[in-house]
């Protein structure tokens, strides 16, 4: 990957090459991880305090099981960065983003006007996730 | 009826308008077919065998006259003047113009309609009891419940792409009149023993190549808990159903692999971290989706009698008619199902006919039947006749409710590019054949549903008699099961033996019911004396050789 990720963190882009799982569950020093889609975010959770990056991977645009791994991250309170990378479409990053995804590696290019359309689309959503956001049933109950 | 608030509208709003922009690009080839195919299958829009389809969701069946107009009108403007009834109470349009998808949409949006999550590999429309709110036995009405799962479900983040489709019914009888066992995840609303009303969730069921009834994970479930609970099913589902295998990777084949227990386990585990995430709305917005549901302004004292001297009203009467809650009133379903018929079609002046009937007799409520018929749900007893006539005159007044003749089928191989056989002309010839009404009520409650392949979309399973069209050797041949239901007494129905032809599926169809009529006993429904007799005698009489 020679392009820089697409990023929504302020801080700069953290430049340790991720480890697999197996890896860095073996090693104490690592402070990124690449998580495949059949692997379990969950043995993250012992070590989220040394992480700075999760990179989690999309073999394929259908393939969701990363959405949940994203999710059970920040529900556990990792606040590092979390990248999607493969085959992520354009459409599907407004979803990530409420997942807790805030970093994305494209395997094909992704049109940044199509995109930012795609973000602004939905001013309200009707449930909570990672992203904080509040559904509509709390608008409307404050 | 629910009704939309600012948000709610302009969720569907911002939907119609992203779906304009994904539309433009693939007509100015910015998109390719394949890029385009998962968006427009979010929105109910497939590539069908001869032009694009477009499904229609009709959250939990329920529909007002104005709504029912549009879709009428869609019909006549964009399609060829008709719509399809689905089995998941939705509506289908098969001659739709990639071109004139946004502005449909957009029709729809103006009477609070979409075609979200129509298809996809996420939570499909919710799907209920078509006599919620109306029927005697039902316990409270199921479709505050089904809105909430409606608003939960629609564009949920983590459970878009999920391993496959997912399918939720919600009922809240003893009666299940929504093939509830057989959804993915089916909830039936219960009263625990202090009185307070919960979920019961069955998991795992489904029809397709494997069909299973669903199994009871939680036995009450409040409502305080319930989004958490179903994002705890869901999540376990979508981190471990199976991808490696299409035909394996609905939620039945994870409980069948992982076994119930191993199952309920990972969800009371996980639905314990994600109770701490504060996902479930306060109880002041299930009472404000509630108050939508409430009962209409009933009157008091309407006459409890009807005027029976019209002797083809009286035959409508005892088949078409269900008991309702308020005394004076009753529940009445159209058939879409006239002999020689396509089972689930109607005009769109037929459409227009039953809205304006909606509006004058049934406080402007319609609903769809999974069976594929409409029903208006709270029509004054006394106002029956004058329906009945209107009916009548349209074409509409058929009396074949539960009857040989209310055929399910999907639409076959005319429509469907998956479909290996047609569905509709057997359909046809099945209920020419058993046209004679007094022979449909001799033989009494008998579901004949038909799928033009293994998809099950005619819930072939679930019928008392079953038919399976197959692709043998390139010409069509036909299945016949025996002792399905997908009611309370849900069962999964039998494969006779060797299959047949068009005609030898109709002649097949007439010794069982012959067999039927010569051993039953008083009071025993066709599955009844199937579940009693077993097969084999069944067998005997279609195989015979003469």
């Known amino acids: 990957m020679t392009n820089s990720p697409l990023r929504f963190r302020d801080e700069p882009e953290h430049d340790e090459p991720a480890v697999t799982l197996d890896a860095f569950l073996g090693q104490s020093n690592a402070t990124a991880v690449r998580i495949e889609a059949g692997e379990d975010a969950r043995a993250l959770l012992p070590h989220l305090d040394r992480l700075a990056l999760v990179e989690v991977s999309f073999p394929s645009f259908r393939d969701g099981r990363g959405y949940s791994a994203a999710s059970v991250l920040r529900e556990a309170g990792y606040r590092g960065e979390l990248r999607a990378e493969g085959d992520v479409l354009v459409d599907q990053i407004p979803l990530m983003r409420r997942c807790g995804f805030d970093s994305f590696a494209p395997a094909q290019p992704v049109d940044a006007a199509a995109l930012a359309r795609a973000l602004e689309q939905q001013a309200h959503v009707y449930q909570g996730a990672a992203d904080g956001r509040s559904p509509v049933w709390r608008l409307r109950h404050g | ?546």
């Open chain 2, 1 to 546: 009826m629910y009704r939309y608030d600012q948000y709610d509208q302009a969720i569907v709003d911002a939907r119609v308008a992203e779906f304009r922009d994904q539309v433009e690009r693939r007509l100015s080839g910015a998109l390719s077919e394949d890029q385009f195919k998962p968006l427009r299958l979010m929105n109910g829009l497939y590539l069908q065998l001869h032009a694009y389809m477009l499904r229609v969701a009709i959250p939990y069946g329920t529909l007002n006259s104005a709504q029912l107009r549009v879709l009428a009108d869609i019909a006549r403007r964009y399609d060829r003047g008709y719509g399809h009834f689905t089995t998941r109470q939705n509506l289908q349009y098969n001659w739709i113009q990639l071109k004139d998808a946004p502005d449909i949409l957009a029709e729809l949006a103006k009477v609070e309609m979409h075609a979200i999550q129509t298809s996809g590999n996420c939570i499909r429309n919710i799907s209920s009891d078509q006599y919620a709110g109306a029927a005697a036995d039902e316990v409270t009405d199921p479709r505050p419940w089904a809105e909430l799962l409606r608003q939960w479900s629609t564009f949920h983040p983590e459970f878009s792409y999920l391993p496959r489709k997912f399918k939720i019914a919600v009922i809240a009888a003893p009666k299940d009149r929504a093939a509830m066992r057989l959804h993915d995840i089916g909830i039936e609303i219960v009263r625990n023993a202090d009185g307070q009303q919960g979920a019961r969730i069955f998991v795992g069921g489904g029809m397709g190549r494997t069909p299973m009834i669903a199994h009871e994970v939680r036995d009450f479930v409040g409502i305080d808990d319930l989004l958490s609970y179903l994002e705890a099913c869901l999540r376990v589902y979508n981190r471990f159903g199976r991808r490696d295998n299409i035909y394996k990777a609905r939620i039945k084949i994870l409980l069948h692999e992982i076994g119930v227990d191993a199952y309920r386990e990972q969800v009371e585990e996980e639905f314990l971290a994600v109770k701490q995430l504060g996902l479930d709305p306060p109880k002041a917005e299930f009472d404000r989706i509630a108050a939508f549901f409430a009962d209409p302004p009933f009157q008091a004292d309407a006459p409890d009698t009807i005027d029976r001297s019209d002797p083809a009203f009286a035959l409508w009467l005892d088949q078409n008619l269900a008991a309702h809650k308020q005394p004076g009133y009753a529940i009445a379903t159209i058939s879409l199902k006239p002999a020689g018929g396509i089972p689930g079609d109607a005009t769109a002046e037929q459409m227009e006919l039953i809205a304006d009937l909606a509006e004058r007799y049934s406080f402007d409520e319609l609903r769809v039947t999974h069976a594929q018929n409409l029903v208006l749900p709270h029509v004054r007893k006394a106002d029956l006749y004058a329906v009945w006539q209107a009916l009548d005159g349209a074409g509409l007044a058929e009396a074949n409710l539960d009857l040989i003749g209310d055929i399910i089928a999907c639409p076959g191989l005319d429509y469907c590019s998956l479909a290996n056989a047609r569905s509709i002309p057997l359909a046809q010839k099945i209920s020419n054949r058993f046209a004679d009404p007094e022979r449909q009520r001799d033989l009494g409650e008998l579901k004949l549903k038909i799928s033009g392949c293994i998809n099950a979309c005619g819930h072939h399973h679930a019928g008392h008699i079953g038919i399976l069209g197959v692709d043998r050797k390139g010409t069509e041949n036909y299945q016949l099961l025996l002792g399905g239901s997908g009611a309370e007494d849900v069962s999964l129905g039998r494969i006779t033996g060797p299959g047949f032809d068009e005609d030898g599926v109709v002649d097949a169809i007439e010794r069982v019911t012959d067999l039927y009529k010569a051993r039953r006993e008083p009071g025993e429904r066709f599955v009844d004396t199937y579940r009693r007799l077993g097969m084999e005698p069944f067998k005997e009489v279609i195989y015979a050789r003469p």
